[in-house]
């Protein structure tokens, strides 16, 4: 297994990396995100880079802004945990508000997408941000494995930066699968192409926050709280309407035997 490497230096934005000025530029499938361009990046006309499949799983600015500073309080642990890694790091929406945020050491981001990356790089640049987030160009299960199970296939300043105990890890995860909007309550083990039990377990043990759809079903959420424990849910709302909601899920510790 060969040594997972943190990305040194910017990967080149591709032909992938667009910026759209007008909306007859624009696919007819993301001219209503387009639309909605200052709500998804303050500064898009900055040359904001996305890929074409990068517009669908952007968290709109002010939800991620406020994600980002809601989430260190809302957490279980004491201490404080000092890194945070965004495991759908996608074109950096939440990356770039975490680092906002100053109140994590160290802010991860992984993308398994070259053209998406360097968009993210690109984009962190805009928002003067770049220096603080370390980009790894990978998959996040497989990150999550090597970290729980094979930490040496880590490069050293990945270990040292991701602590377990010393970590909280957030997933975005696409929503695709049956549509979760013609739905009151939507299914989580439907969601694709990683349902919630692939989600939790992938992060479990560690502390995680699961950022979800808004109709999500709780009861689904309710049955991965540690024994002795609960989980604290919050909907994140813009305009006046829900968005999306958040799962914060503490850090399951081993049974005493």
Known sequence: MSIMKPVVGKLPLTDECLHYDDVCEVPQNLQKYFHQRYSIFKFYDYDIRLTNDAW????????????????????????????IVDLFGGAGGNTIAFALSEKWEHVISIERDASTLACAQHNAEVYGVSGYITYIHGDCFDFLD????????????????????????????????????????????????????????????????????????????????????????????????????????????????
Not at 177 to 204: I, W
């Open 146 to 257: 090597r970290l729980k199970h094979h930490p040496e296939t880590l490069d050293l300043s990945l270990r040292e930066k991701c602590d377990m105990s010393q970590t909280v890890l957030f997933a975005s995860p696409p929503w695709g699968g049956v549509d979760y909007k013609e739905q009151d309550v939507f299914d989580l083990s439907t969601m694709e192409p990683y349902n919630l039990e692939v989600l939790h377990k992938a992060c479990s043990p560690m502390e995680h926050a699961l950022y979800l759809p808004r109709t999500s079903d709780l009861r689904q959420i309710a049955k991965l709280a540690p024994k002795g424990e609960k989980i604290e849910v919050v909907q994140y709302c813009m305009d006046g309407a829900s968005k999306a909601m958040v799962a914060l899920i503490p850090e399951a510790t081993p049974e005493l035997t």
């Open 56 to 83: 669908f799983g952007i968290t709109p600015e002010p939800l991620a802004l406020r994600l980002a500073n809601d989430l260190p309080s809302h957490l279980y642990s004491t201490p404080r945990r000092t890194t």
